[in-house]
């Protein structure tokens, strides 16, 4: 049969051939839970025990759904949320207008499309950014806390950054589990899920999860509701990062060790589309050689990069992209941030302890002088100094930065308060921009842009929200956004026979 000769008919038989063959070819775990050989049946299923996850569980249990659990194939809840810096962006009517700053949902979403070269979809940029401050109030109203001020954290191109009262994401993992506790969600760790069951292999409703637990165990889980992903990106994959980006060849990650993305593999298996793959972002953590990841540049302003000659490299306002490009294109592939002790008192304890001890390791550094500071680092100590007193004296002074860019509202605060601290600043895996295609519902959408009933995501298993590069602070926005909407929309699924 030539081309030419093709029927309708016979396209319908080899399409109805494949179809057989990929279900055929299917794990026999995954054929006999369509079977309707199920273990255990909940409402809804939620995967992973992150910020996005955990925030979908909370929130479909308010929503009224009777029966959640999250599966969680670390020993530990929390993912990746608790081990951040925990800043999250909003434009905030409350604290913004006390600190003189003008902000609104519209100018955040412009700069994070902007900051991702326009790549991301802004249907759900807007959704992400008009939520912000909705957001903040939702966590405050599960007990959540946030100092009275916001900063600019490094890559987040404005002062929107919210600032947890506890260090790193601890408060969110302690408000999440307790409203979780109360409203009857069950989270259950050392499960991970290995397929997603649909009645077709790319047809009809999803139903529900096959998951292992750390015995080794198989467990069919049927979801009456839906069935949330939440388990993260791909940053701990080294395969996936280096395949999509071989710039990042030699860069460790920053990320748990859970997060090698088989959960969007999964779902790319029942007819998922991952868009934005090549997208990786990498923040400053340890060189090559260097075991701490440390970080004295969590407000931009007042803290500055600088290379082994004591020269600044970059503006430390700018985009997370560029930053690594200038990190990495100094001749050693590693830098230095520089700051004096109103910034590094004004850093969580947390971060602090981790500074002493990297002094401990010779990777960080403190000083009552610039010149003593740079002799300890190891740079030039003509050349800091004389970086230092220009930073001073011409950019904070005239409210310009000539060499950079940086803008006048980072520009405020000398580096003068003795003593001075220093670390080493390198380049790690932080963030993949790459995942799951979903709308402003968080519904997972398939390559023709349809719906995959009763499947959603949110969080960094998603892509297509930040485009090339993510800004910082929107990361955990992100999670805590689209989570809720994930949560809230399956818990009104109607429930399946």
Known sequence: MNEKTISRRSLLKLASASTVTAAAVLPSTVRAAQADQWDETYEIIVVGAGGAGMAAAV???????????????LNFPGGNTLISQGFINAADPVRQPKQGIKDSWQHHAEQTLEAGDFRGQKDRVDVLCRNAYPTIEWLESLGMQFKPKVIQIFGALYPRSHVPALPKGQGYGTVLSKAAKELGVEVRTGMGVEEIIREKPFEGDVLGVVAKNAKGEIKRIRATRGVVLAAGGFSANKYLRELHDPRVAGLGTDNLPGATGEVAMAAVRVGGYLVGMDFIQSTPGAPAGKKMKLLLNFNVNGSIYVDKRGARIVNEGARRDVIRDAVLGTPERYAYTVCDNENFTSYDEVNRAAIMKGIEAGEAWTAPTIRELAQKMGVDPDGLEKTIKRYNDVYVKNQKDEDFGKTAVNLTKRIDQGPFWACYTGMTVHHTMGGLNTNVKAQVLDWTGAVI????????ITGGIHGTNRVGGNAVLDCFVFGQIA???????????
């Open 453 to 460: 009933p009763r499947l959603y995501a949110a969080g960094e």
């Open 487 to 497: 949560g809230e929309n399956a818990s009104q699924e109607t429930i399946a026979a």
């Open 59 to 73: 929130k479909a249990a308010q929503k009224g759904a009777k029966h959640v659990v999250v599966l969680e194939k």
